[in-house]
């Protein structure tokens, strides 16, 4: 039952990060809603970074998770994962201007503490 949800934890984070970068990168990008100056670049790089960080991030672990599942077990993934999750809520916390960002990886963090409370 475990890896099931982590499975969908991970597979969660994929599609938050496409979502996130298709929405707030692209979208605007193409419709030109934010003006040349140094502020919207950085609002572009700091939310592709933050949107294809988790997808990198959760297609690693997704590949991991279905190729050697005992890995997901062991304590060092474990704390990789949930500092992650905790670094990315710090990052949305800290310096985006909307919550979405930091509901959706709220319930990724949510979803990958129930999988490490479930024993296998």
């Known amino acids: 039952m475990q890896i099931v949800v982590l499975r969908i934890a991970y597979g969660w984070l994929v599609l ?42 959760g297609l690693l672990a997704l590949s991991m998770c279905w190729r ?18 905790i ?8 310096f985006m201007e909307y919550w979405e960002p930091l509901a959706m990886t709220g319930i990724f963090l949510a979803a990958i503490l129930v999988a490490y409370a479930l024993s296998d």
């Open 87 to 94: 670094g990315w809520i710090l990052v949305a916390v800290g």
């Open 68 to 85: 050697r599942p005992a890995l997901a077990q062991q304590p060092v993934i474990k704390a990789i994962t949930i500092l992650a999750g």
């Open 16 to 57: 938050i990060g496409l979502l996130h970068f298709t929405i707030d990168v692209i979208s605007q990008y193409l419709r030109g809603v934010r003006p040349s100056s140094p502020e919207t670049t950085l609002y572009y790089g700091l939310n592709s970074t933050f949107s294809l960080g988790q997808v990198s991030f």
